[in-house]
């Protein structure tokens, strides 16, 4: 048995709690585990309104946190991953039907329709990151991006460039760019020579 999963063994599970939220923290006493989980939820020891054993969590001291699905059926709350709405086990919707929350290891989404909301979300704004990209690199083949925006509007892209020092920075469809002064004439000339290959790739 490696040393590792040897010293897993010895760490029990301890549910810790402020006036506000709670931790399960794996330790080997209660001390050590009051004083981390003070310091997960951003309180010191005082700070601590409990600590105290929960074994139903053991099994989970190895992979070290405890999945949505158990903390739920244990009676904690969570946030939905999705709307931010807290998650409860017995929860129901406006007609008295009971939710059906969906997990997802340390994840939790309210409802089936919320994580599909979450999920068309994120491929949207992973095409509109896309987009910044694609304009960027037809106007500058050449460039490097180094980060690319994903927002509805004023959309932006940074990048670096061949002989530059700095970072570029351009507003999609904007007819200027941000650069240090320093890189000015190294970026006339770069930008020149873009724009040729740019000219020339779209010809072809």
């Known amino acids: 048995m490696g040393s590792a999963q040897g010293f897993a063994m010895n760490l029990k599970a ?22 981390n989980g003070g310091n997960e939820l951003g309180c010191e020891w005082e700070g601590v309104q409990s600590c105290h054993r929960a ?11 405890v999945p949505a699905e158990v903390l739920l059926a244990n009676g904690w ?3 939905c991953r999705g ?3 807290q998650v409860y086990g017995d929860a129901e919707d406006e ?3 009971p939710k059906e929350a969906i997990f997802s290891g340390r994840l ?18 992973a095409a509109r990151k896309q987009a910044a990209i694609d304009t960027t690199m037809e106007r500058w083949p050449e460039a490097t991006i180094t980060y690319a925006s994903s927002h509805d509007r ?7 460039f061949d002989g530059g020092s700095g970072q570029v920075t351009w507003q999609i469809g904007a007819e200027t760019v941000s650069i240090i002064q320093a ?12 724009m040729a290959l740019s000219n020339r790739d779209s010809s072809i």
Not at 15 to 33: K, L, P, Y
Not at 154 to 160: E, I, L, P, T, Y
């Open 14 to 35: 301890y549910a810790v709690q402020d006036d506000e939220h709670g931790v399960i923290e794996f330790a080997t006493n209660s001390a050590s585990a009051r004083r």
């Open 55 to 65: 074994p139903w969590a053991d099994e989970f001291a190895e992979q070290g946190w």
């Open 77 to 79: 709350w969570q946030t």
């Open 83 to 85: 709307c931010g709405d």
């Open 95 to 97: 007609d008295g039907t």
């Open 108 to 125: 939790v989404w309210c409802c089936q329709s919320c994580k599909d909301a979450e999920e068309q979300e994120a491929r949207e704004e």
């Open 154 to 160: 004023d959309r932006c892209v940074h990048f670096q």
């Open 183 to 194: 890189d000015l004439h190294a970026w006339k000339a770069w930008d020149t020579r873009q």
